[in-house]
């Protein structure tokens, strides 16, 4: 049997005979030796996929990208598209975020991307008397707001206010109100002396009323002057009823207003025995309403609050003399 040699790396072994599979043999074994001699490879690490970015990031990714391979291109257009470019990218970034504030004082979200619109605030409706609906006339309405319940302290306007709770009977407060002027024309402007020196020839002329209201009118306005003598004006005479302070009443619900107090019964009483006339305590205490002696807005009506907290205390005529 004749013997060869081969040379395999740097391996010398002898083989039988050409045909003999010692050669694979020898090769499996140089192989797993060089093997073992590496060190060992590090497991490789599978990098997170990150989470997706939002509209404005990935806008601003793909602007920047844009911004880089025109940068390549020429020098001369990329200091204009470099200027363009990152304007946009930076109201990309702040405009998500930013709020701006218009003149009404209403927050919207900034335009760009992103950008929500926040609905105008709608304001809350106010809350009134009852008595006021809102199919309610704008003068009536006005009436309620300015001039029911505020305290009066003005003797022409209290003879106003007087001839007009005694109207109530015949007329109801809208129309008196759209007859305001007419009512100022015919009674001179309520001055008590222009009112108390009409003409009897006159007064059946007057068809705002009946003609016994006109003429307890004037004999009203003639007694009042009476009383401005004693009592140095007919307002410190009203507001002494009340001891010169409204009386706040409280009520819930319109429902519990009622029409008449024990102090208007009083009130009338007095008024009567000094000659006035058709002033029943019901018309006084419509009177003292609306002249602000008695404070009947429900504490619900937003005037209430305003109506108590202005007037709480009327000066009497003695404060008003020193």
């Known amino acids: 049997m004749s013997a060869a040699t081969e040379k395999i790396g740097a391996v010398t072994r002898c ?9 694979r043999i020898l090769e499996e074994q140089t192989r797993r030796n060089e093997m073992m001699k590496k060190p060992p490879e590090k497991p490789k690490r599978v990098a997170a996929r990150s989470p ?18 025109a940068d390549t291109s020429s020098d001369s257009s990329t200091s204009a598209s470099s200027s363009g470019t990152g304007s946009i990218v930076k109201s990309a970034k702040t405009t998500s975020s930013r709020r701006k504030e218009n003149g009404n004082g209403v927050v919207r979200a900034a335009e760009g991307v992103g950008a929500l619109s926040l609905s105008p605030a709608v304001p809350l409706p106010v809350k009134r008397c009852d008595w006021i609906t809102p199919t309610s006339e704008p003068l009536y309405t006005s009436f309620h707001d300015e001039e029911w319940g505020v305290p009066v302290l003005d003797d022409v306007k209290l003879l106003e206010l007087l001839v007009y709770s005694q109207a109530l009977a015949e007329l109801s407060w809208p129309l008196i109100l759209s007859k305001r002027a007419v009512f100022r024309k015919v009674f001179n402007d309520f001055d008590p002396k222009s009112v108390a020196s009409l003409d009897d020839k006159r007064l059946p002329s007057v068809r705002l009323l009946s003609e016994p209201k006109v003429r307890a009118i004037v004999d009203n306005a003639k007694q009042m002057l009476k009383i401005q003598q004693e009592f140095a004006s007919f307002s410190n005479y009203c507001w002494r009823f009340v001891n010169h302070k409204p009386i706040k009443s409280g ?14 019964d009083l009130m009338s009483r007095d008024l009567m025995q000094r000659g ?11 009177f003292m309403q609306v002249a602000g002696l008695v404070n009947d807005h429900p504490v619900t009506c937003y005037r209430y609050n305003q109506c108590s907290h202005d007037f709480d205390k009327v000066p009497t005529a003695e404060d008003e003399a020193a």
């Open 276 to 286: 006035f006339r058709c002033v029943g305590p019901t018309v006084v205490y419509s």
């Open 251 to 264: 009520f819930r619900y319109a429902r519990q207003v009622p029409s008449k107090t024990p102090k208007s």
């Open 15 to 23: 083989i039988l005979a050409p045909t003999g599979n010692r050669v």
């Open 52 to 69: 997706a970015k939002p509209a404005a990031t990935a806008a601003a990714a793909v602007i920047l990208r844009c911004d880089v391979s």
